[in-house]
Structures are given as structure tokens and as C-alpha cells.
């Protein structure tokens, strides 16, 4: 089974979550972004690492707005389940920006990026990275397979919201909004794509947007 989960942000605590301690080696975590546990390469993240190694199950992430983007830059492309991806330990891979992925026979089409809206506090490559928006040819990518998908995938992993979402909260919400190029992006793929349903994690809370999206962050949603 595939299980979406929101951003963790590099804390283990989140994995003694009593629906986690059931999953086996045939089930898939998928965390929409800012997943946090490659950031610093201290001692203590890497055993953080080794001990999430230990897990049954298969571990998946988009990345988000805090990631850190010189660590992941240094792995390299890695073909799993249909898509791109970085593979970091055995079972646990970076979803590439863009890819399409089969899990149990359902398609997920993956796109991670964010912008953080605390740059001005941030250093660059310290603590942020511009490649956190994704570039025109990431951009392209996932136009590009979604075509040779034609333009119908079972699922939406996304770190960000469609414009539309954000537009919704900002309505029923006292949350600030922010729109960007990477939102209205996402918010064409909303136009012109087929989908069941749509996961999305920025915005760190659980709320049904529509039928077919949802906003998730503490929740462990199980995909039938």
C-alpha cells in the first residue's frame, strides 16, 4: 500500500506514529516535501539516516522549500518504478521534480519545490538555495511526461498548491497567501490533466480543498 504524509522537516519523532509501526516491506511513505533529514551531514543526521534504514517500508520524498540542495545535487538520477530518482539509502529515494512513478500499478506524477517565505532571515547555501523553485527544464520535464502519459495519472504528489488551493484557504482562512510562477504553474497541470486525486504539503495543515485535493501534514493518509 502507499501512504502520503506531510512535511516532516528532519524530525525522527514522526516516524513513531503508531500507523507507521503496521507497514511492512511492500508499502510505500511518500512525504510531500521539506523531508528535512538531508540538511546538515552532522553526525546526528546521519544516524537518523541509518536508523530510518531500518524500516520496512519504502520511504519517498518530493523535496520542498527547506531542502538542502547541494546534498541533493551530488546523488545521481536512479531509475526506480517507472521515474527518476535519487536513491539516498536503500530504501529511501528522493522523488525527481517532474517524474511519473508506478506504485502498485497507480501513477503518481511528482513535483517538489517551494519558496520559502523567510528568505530575508536565510543564508544562501547555508540554510536556503535558489534551486528550491524549480527551473524551466524541470519545468518542461514533467510537461513532457505527463504528454507521454497522456496528460492521465491516478495521483498529484506536489510540495506546493495549485493557485486555486491557496486561493481557497486564503478565502476561509486568516493564513497569508502567497502566490507564485511555481502555483500557477501547478495550476495549468490542474487545467489540462486527469487525475483521482491531488496531495500537497506546504501549507502544514490537514484540510479536504475538494473531492479531489487535499492539503496534508500530520495526517497518514492511505491510498486504496
Not at 507507521?20 to 510531500?32: A, F, G, M, N, Q
Not at 518530493?62 to 517507472?82: I, S
Not at 514533467?142 to 486561493?167: C, M
Not at 482562512?173 to 506546504?202: A, D
Request: charged content about 30%; hydrophobic content about 35%.
Amino acid at each position: 500500500m502507499v501512504y502520503i504524509t506531510g512535511d516532516m522537516h528532519g524530525d525522527p519523532g514522526l516516524f513513531k506514529n503508531p500507523k507507521l509501526r503496521k507497514l511492512t516491506d511492500e508499502d510505500y511513505l511518500i512525504v510531500c516535501g521539506d523531508f528535512g533529514f538531508l540538511w546538515d551531514n552532522s553526525e546526528k543526521e546521519q544516524k537518523i539516516i541509518k536508523q530510518l534504514e531500518k524500516k520496512k517500508y519504502t520511504i519517498c520524498f518530493v523535496d520542498g522549500a527547506h531542502e538542502n540542495y547541494d546534498m541533493l545535487g551530488k546523488y545521481r538520477p536512479y531509475r526506480f518504478h517507472g521515474g527518476n530518482a535519487h536513491k539516498i539509502a536503500p530504501n529511501i529515494f528522493h522523488l525527481m521534480r517532474g517524474e511519473i512513478f508506478t506504485f502498485n500499478n497507480k501513477t503518481y506524477f511528482c513535483m517538489g519545490g517551494g519558496e520559502s517565505d523567510d528568505i530575508e532571515m536565510r543564508e544562501e547555501g547555508v540554510t536556503w538555495w535558489k534551486e528550491e523553485m524549480p527551473n524551466a527544464e524541470e519545468m518542461m520535464n514533467g510537461a513532457r511526461n505527463l504528454k507521454d502519459y497522456d496528460y492521465k495519472v491516478d495521483y498529484v504528489i506536489t510540495h506546493e498548491a495549485p493557485a486555486l488551493a491557496k486561493d481557497f484557504i486564503r478565502l476561509h482562512s486568516k493564513h497569508e497567501i502567497k502566490l507564485t510562477p511555481l502555483n500557477t504553474y501547478l495550476q495549468e497541470l490542474m487545467k489540462n490533466v486527469e487525475y483521482n486525486h491531488w496531495f500537497f504539503g506546504s501549507l502544514h495543515m490537514d484540510l479536504p480543498i475538494s473531492k479531489k485535493m487535499t492539503a496534508v501534514f500530520e495526517e497518514i493518509i492511505k491510498i486504496r
